[in-house]
Structures are given as C-alpha cells and as structure tokens.
C-alpha cells in the first residue's frame, strides 16, 4: 500500500482526488490538508465516512508518514508544498500549473540530489497523453494527416490547445508537407480549416459535447484514425492514480504525465 | 418482371447498370443501345455471357418491348432518348445530368399528358439522398449543425457539392443561427470551417478516402450523427434498380430520386 | 408565452424541468406541485431565485391558470394528476411510466371529448426518437443494417431496451432476411452478436461510456450510419420543451413522443 | 535510388508492386521475374510503358544487380527465392505467407551470417500495424476494451485474423479482467460479443465495407479508440515501399513489419 496525503482536497480536483484514493486497492489515504480547513477529521465533512485527519499546517502531515504528497493548490502554494515534499522525501504529484522555468529547473535538481520521484504535469488524462504520443508515432509513417477536434459551444478558442499541441509534435518528425490537391480551392472561406504546416485542423463547436478529438491519417487505400473522448472531470484521475503508483519508484521529478507511460 | 432496356451501356455507369440489371430478380434486361456499336449481341463482348441483342437505332428499341428505358447517354443525346421513350410508353430512368429548365418541363408536361411515369436524376445513391433527407427532418428540432465532408485529396472544390446540398436543405426548415459562442476566436484563421448561414461545413481531404459525409446534430446533452460513405461507384445502382421499380407504377416524370423514396 | 405547472418538481427529472422551465423564452412557470413539500414558494429552496409558488394540493394549481401540466410524478399519483389536468382542461406532459392500457385508453378518450391536448412519453430524447424513425426508414430500402449500442459498464442487461425497439421498427418495414454470408463460421460463440430476425446487434459495456447507439446498413458500394449520443439527463429536456409547445395545438392526448416529430 | 526486382510480378498482389516501384521516387526497377513469361520487356504488356527487362531465371536477375527481391511469388517458390536472394546478397522483401518455422529459422540465421537484412511480413498495411501496436500500449493502462470489427458480408469467419492477433497482442499486457458488469445479462445470445480472456469482439459483416477494426478502450471519464480502414489492396503498398527502404540497412532478415516501425 502507497500512503498518500492530499494538498488542497477541498477544491474540485482535490475532492475528486480524495474520492479516487479512497476507493483505489493500493493506495490509502493517510492524511488532507488545508490551511483554511475547520474540520479535524475528513468524516465531519458530508459525504464522507473515512477517518483520515484533517490537518492546517504541512509540518503535521509529516506525522502521518505518507509516501505521496498530491497537491492540487493554486500556484502561490504549490511551489513551496512541493519543495517541502522532497526535502521531507515524500515524492509530489502535483497537478497546479503556473510554475516557472527556474522552479521547475530548481525542483529537478534537488529532487535528484535526494533521489526523490516525482510528477508535475498540466494534464493528467492518460487517454490524451496516449493520443498524442500514437499522434506524433504515426505521423512519421503517414506525412497526410488532419485533426478534428470538438467541444462544447461555450469554448472560446478554436483550434484548442490540445489540438495544437498534438499538430505541434507531429510536426517535430513529420516533413513539412502541403496537403491537399495543389490546385484545391475553396467555395467558402475556411471550408479546408486552420494550417499548421501543412495539416489541416478542424473545430467543431456543438451543444451537448464535451472534449473529443480526432486524429486521422491517410494512406495509399488506407485510412488510421486515433480519438480521444473526455466526458468527465473525472478522467484525469485515472493519471493520479498511476503517477501515485510510479513516481514512488523514480529517483528524481518529471514534468510531463507522457515520461511516465 | 420488368423488362428494362439501356441505352449508352458502354459507358462506366452503364456498364455497371447493364451488370445491375443482368442480375437483378425482377428485372430483365431485353435490349441495349449504343450507336455506334459493331456488336448485334451482348454476348460477343468479352465479360459477358447473356443473349441481349445491342440496337444501333431507338426504333429498334421498340420491338424489344421495354416498360423502362434507363439512358446514361451523354447530355446531346438524352433529350432526345427520354421524349422519345415517353412518346413510345416507356418510363425513362436517366442519370445523364445537364437538362435545362425547359427541357425538364416540357418532359414533365408531356409525361403528364401521357400518364407516363419516369425519373430524371442527378444523384442515384439512395444513402446520400436519405442522409439529405434525414438531416432536413432533424434540423428542425436541432438548430446546431455541422457538416463533415471527407473526400481524396484529388478532390479540387471545399466543400463539396453534396455538403452545399445538404447545407441548403437544412436551411429552409432551420431559423438562421450563428452557431458556436458569440466570442469564439480563431487562434488560426479557418478553425472553424466555412460558414453557411451560421452553420459550420468543414472539408477533410486525404489519401485513401473516397467519398464520405457526416451532418452532425448537437443539443442539449446529446447529439445525432448521420453518416453516408460511398465506397465506390456501383454504390448508384441500388438508387436505379429501385427507380425501375417505381417509376413504372407512376404517372409523369419526377426530377430528382427524392421522390421515390 | 405558455404557462406551465410542474407536478414533482422535487425529483431528478422534474427540478430539471424546473431549470427547463425558468431558462426558455417561450415558456412560463406559473407554479409547481409537490404533496409534501414544506415551502409556499421556490424561492425558499437553494438554487432558486425565481418567484414561484409551491402547492401542496391539485386544486390550489388551478388559482394559477396553467396551460400545461407536465408531471414526473410517481406511477400511483400521476394517472389521478392527468385526468385531472385534462378535466379542468389543461394540457398534460406525462414523463411517468407505468399507465395500464386501459388507463391510456380513457385518457385518450376523454381528452378527444373535451379536445385537450397531451403527451404522455416513456422517451423524450428527441434526438433517440429521430434516430428510430430514420432507422426505420433507411430499412426500407437497406435491409442489411446492424445495431452497435455502447453503455457505461454497469448496465445489466444486453442488447439495451432501445436498440431492441429500434430493431422492431425496423423489422415492421424490412423484409426478413438472414445477414453475413450464409456459410459464416463464429471462431468464438458470440462474435456476431445477438440475432433479431437476421439483424445482429452488438452490445459494448466500457467505462466512460454513457449511453450510445449506431445504427448502421450497408448496401452495394455505399453504407449509411445513424448515431445518436446521450451523455446527460438534461437530454430529455429539448423533448419536454418541444411536447409543452405542441400540445397546447392538439385536440387529444398522444402517446409517444414520435407522434408530434 | 534503391534497385529493385519483383519475382510474381504478374499476380495481383506483385502487379500492384510494379505499379508502386514504378512511381516511387528513390526505388528504381531493374528487372521483374516470372518463368512463364513470354515477355522479354515489361513494356510489352498492356499497361506499361517502362523499359524493364523480364526474366524467366533467377540466375538472369543478378545482372541487373538489384538491392532490393520482392517476392509475391507462391509458397512453393518463395522459400528457394528467399534464399537465393540472401545468397547473392539481395535483401529480399517478402510477402509469400506459408514458410515453416525452420524455414524462418534458417533464413534468420543465414542472412545474419551473411549479414543481409531482409523482411518477410504476412501483412504490410502499416496502419494495421500500428493500430495492433498503439492497442497493446493502450491496454497497459486501460484494461476495459472491445473490438470491433467490420468486413465485408462475404467474409466466412468471424472474428477476424487481424482482431485476434490484436487481442492476443493485448493479452500479453493486460492483466486478465473480466469486462462488464458482473451480473450482466445477455436477453439474446451473442449481444455481449465474443469473449477473449475477459475482452469482448464484435463482428460487423455487412455489404458495401471493406476492411476495418476500430479497438475501443474506457476508463472513468474517458474514452481512447483507435481504428484502421482498409479501402483497398494498394493500402500494403506503403509497407512494402518502406519495407524496401528499411532492410537495405539490417544486417539480418526480421519476421513481421513491425519490427521495421
């Protein structure tokens, strides 16, 4: 068994993360903290029975000897709780973005110097990471590739990041290539959607969607196609889970969920 | 049995239509016309092995007694073919494309007069016309709509005719309605497609596809999706064995498969 | 604007409509009903801003001149709450299921008496009916077709209650006929899913999933697909919304939600 | 440019190759094989206007000096090619399936002692190879999925070679699970699909498709699928080409394309 605290578990992925350790086989939850928090134990809050000590200040949580410090706090914090893990060698797996270069640099390094695991990471959705990685793999074998990516209509920003982060690492081993009929033409301004070196990227924006992409590439006679369905806040738990289990057994911290899989 | 002869069968449509028709259970093929033809029976043509006899002449035509007169001639000629065939009482099947306005209501009027059924058609895939016919009747409850249209990257024009179709029927049952959030942004210009009427078209081009064509429906907490794939050229013949069919218990000429189905 | 009442405002399905209610243009909320309920008026309940009274009996509803009645009552409650409705002649929307035969048989009469509209529905997913009304009619001409429905993995049973309806629509219309190739041989029992005169339909349980189906036929060259998503309970609110406008024109309560697409 | 020669240049399968070297801008055709040929020059054949020398022996080939044998021979041929091939220090790129085990043996071993690379590979479409090798990193971290596959109706058995090589491949990583919920129910025999150590397959014949499997995996919230379209026999041409491309630097002969990915 993995002894886990969680910083931060009264916010929505805090409290999903509370929710996960919980219910997961091998990991088990020893201790939560929150500066602000009033309650002394995790089964005063409703909706939870599990006794697991509510503590306000991290020196506290040293006493509940946890092996994995998650943390999803907001920025301000974050740095200075992840910092705290490794000196204390517990392995972090912090989800709260907004880290410098220097912070990154400076936890890499002591973290190394302890042989201290752990994971920093902007997305914990394992299905995403995959995606982009059999992305970037297929793309060296099939230069003619377009993504369809759709969300929901209150989205503002189209292509999503998602989007151009996966046309970003094909590209680093795709060879610039125009795609399309040379002479194509369009009948309607953006019918052949947004170019990214030559790859097409299409956004669809509908009602009842939630976050989906589709990566397909075209052959000679043949078609591969890699998609994405994220219904739920609840699917970047499935990453905690797994870092929780593999940062334990790394000597130093990453960033980046893909340095894991 | 409906005894059904076709004239221009040489040709890459009717080649397929005589190949239809040879092994369909309810229809006979009784004659062909082409001519410019040195053969006097389909059998000495090499694929072949029916005893058809091939006519250079339309009064030729005649003696064969057809009820059903399919004609994938070249525009020059088809005129000609279909008055003739509903003079003579034979229900026309045509997929030659390119009648003016007059042409095709004169061929009405006197289809009419006649109580002759036929069909003029632009588009025999009876797929492509359901999945029109579809997305008309689902966007009158699903005002959010776009369209998908994957082809071959020799394709020249985005969006495709098809899309355009279907884009145009949908309008006139849909309230105009600019779709995705009011303050969506494009981060790449054409993210978000071609716009028609506030409906999104987006144009995938890529080796391997043929022809394809989504018409995605979303609303609140769920969406409807139809689909047409058209594999292959023979994918008409199942609209024009179906025409033989109906065209014979009708009693003018109808423009476009639509009205059969 | 119509005036609407909600009987059972309390339960999953009628604060939903509540929230339905309050949000649309075209509809007004003129007062909810609930036997038990503690408050005089929806503004006592967290998450309610709107000025709304809350009654206990049938009677105190009738002060509020509704023009529709919609009721996710419990099935002992709701055949007294429609009859009701339709006698003081208000226009019912029923989400209860449970109605005897011959309760559905006096409601209809009744209503056709006093010329009063309704709807009582098992389904008001206006997206799934449309996808079986096009089902039943791409059957027609296709009857090759297989059904691949896919819910979260805790659903018991397999194929779902809606791919079983959809399979009976279809088989009202297509000529049965036995699919695959006559000599087919399953290497694993079960492969080819379950058999519904000569359809196969094949059920997919994953996590993640919610609640899908895809309907898809095939002809010669081409292949026609109808998906329909359903990722949230607030899905059934476009029906509900449709049903309150288009009842209020009817002369006598239908059943069934296709009835008014 | 890379020479090649092409033994069963005449098949369907070698005939394709010729068409595919041809146009390959770093493969050059040097000769073409067939001992029944009549030809001496492939620009005798209708079709071709390439000026390629065709031989009748296999002794004739080594005066053209080609790096590169393509062999579609048949399996009584393939073997005494192949190794003739290794010989004579050609690196042959194989797609004759039949060879035994101590055939393959022999020619790995030789090869590696001549130091020549070499391919022979039952299936050259690299999407599918992909789509098997995404799918088994996929199922290390989700072990609920379902495949599903889609042929053709004239295909005789079900499941397909393709998904239970996928499924096998799977297996070897994927901690045996059985999937769905464990008091499901099937109403019909089959709806569940059939069943590999816990993973489920299903079936698809319908008229119209061609050749694809999409593999289908969930995890909470999410959904990752992965699916290849076969439209046509050219599809194996990108393996082959890549195959030529890649053995000229192996320095043994390799069983299976994606020991070249």
Not at 62 to 80: C, M, N
Not at 247 to 253: F, P, R
């Amino acid at each position: 068994m993995i002894k886990v605290t969680i910083a931060g578990f009264k916010g929505k992925m805090g409290s999903t993360a509370v929710n996960m350790v919980l219910k997961h086989a091998e990991l088990e939850l020893v201790s939560v903290l929150d500066p602000f928090a009033k309650e002394t134990n995790l089964n005063e809050l409703s909706g939870y029975e599990a006794d697991v000590p509510v503590f306000r200040s991290k020196e506290e949580v040293l006493t509940t000897k946890p092996d994995v410090w998650i943390d999803f706090t907001i920025p301000s914090v974050a740095y200075e709780n992840t910092s705290f893990a490794i000196e204390h060698r517990i392995a972090p797996v912090v989800g709260t973005t907004g880290f410098t270069e220097e912070q990154l640099a400076e936890l890499k390094k002591r973290s190394g110097e302890l042989k201290i695991g752990g994971l920093i990471a902007p997305n914990f959705a394992v299905g995403a990471v995959l995606m982009m990685q059999f992305a970037k793999k297929a793309a060296e074998y099939f230069p003619d590739v377009e993504i369809i990516e759709l969300h929901h209509d209150n989205k503002l920003d189209a292509p999503s990041g998602t989007a151009l982060k996966t046309a970003e690492m094909m590209a680093e081993v795709r060879d610039a290539k125009k795609q399309g009929h040379p002479e194509e033409e369009e009948l309607i301004e953006g019918a052949r959607g947004a170019d990214f070196e030559g790859m097409k990227i299409h956004s669809v924006r509908l009602p009842g969607l939630i976050a989906h992409q589709q990566v397909q590439f075209g052959g000679i006679g043949e078609g591969l196609t890699i998609r994405h369905d994220s219904y739920d806040r609840s699917s970047f738990m499935t990453g905690v889970a797994l870092a929780c289990q593999k940062v334990v057994a790394l000597d130093q911290l990453v960033y980046g969920l893909e340095n894991l899989l």
